[in-house]
């Protein structure tokens, strides 16, 4: 875990405690550096999953960063007396980073999401990052990881998001992160807003801190994963009282 930021516990999670702006500049500068480096964008859904999977804690562990992706993290981090700058969402990095590489000419590779959506993807990148360089491009549907990882050692990008959904995407890149170094950042479902396949909320949500609601609203298939949130307040609700 790097010491460049103070950190902040949450149920045993350590998470940078800085702003985006900060966060953005230091991962600029290590990807100009080409240094290896894995950041895990974590929300409170990945935090109780840790609690109950040792080997995933451990990946998190062995993570260069971990931001706080969702207000769930800043309520958590508040309620333990240790509040924190801002939420550094895992979407607003790589559309901030994928802006400045295309600005510095750099090169990306993108794995996930279903392959109509992979190749909307590349439209809006190609489109939108025209001095971007697409080192590579793959959908989620894989049974094998390795032939993507050579191709990944081989084309050696500056930076590479892989959006197949926790904790796949952070085990493939604690397993292949020494293939190329680079970023390496799991991404969730950032492919299926990127290509319009899925609409985030609206500002108003954003900032009143509701895209959950939103979410809720446009997806209610999701409840059950949200019904992960009010677990999670409850630890962390018990985690203080046990600490004080």
Partial sequence: MSKEFPLVSVLNVPFINTTQAAFLTTIES?????ENTFVV?????????????PNYQQILNNADYITPDGIGILKGAAILGTPMAERITGYDTM?????????????????????????DVKNVVTTRYPNLNIAGIHDGYF??????????????PDMVFLAVGFPKQEQLI??????????????????????????????????????WFYRLLSEPTRLKRMMVLPRYLKTVKQSARTNK
Avoid: C
């Avoid at 964008?41 to 999977?53: K, Q, S, W």
């Avoid at 094998?144 to 084309?155: E, L, V």
């Avoid at 970023?183 to 500002?203: C, E, N, Q, Y």
């Fill in 30 to 34: 290590h990807i100009n550096n080409r």
């Fill in 41 to 53: 964008t974590a929300n409170p859904e990945i935090v109780m999953y840790a609690r109950n999977n």
């Fill in 95 to 119: 559309l901030d980073l994928l802006k400045w590489g295309n600005d510095q000419h750099k090169s990306v590779y993108l794995i996930g999401a279903k392959p109509e959506v992979i190749t």
């Fill in 143 to 156: 049974d094998d990881f390795a032939p993507i990882a050579q191709d990944i050692s081989k084309t050696q």
């Fill in 174 to 211: 604690a397993d292949y992160r020494h293939q190329n170094n680079g970023l390496w950042m799991g991404v969730g479902g950032s492919f299926d807003v990127l290509s319009g396949h899925t609409k985030r909320a609206p500002k108003f949500f954003q900032n009143h801190h509701l895209e």
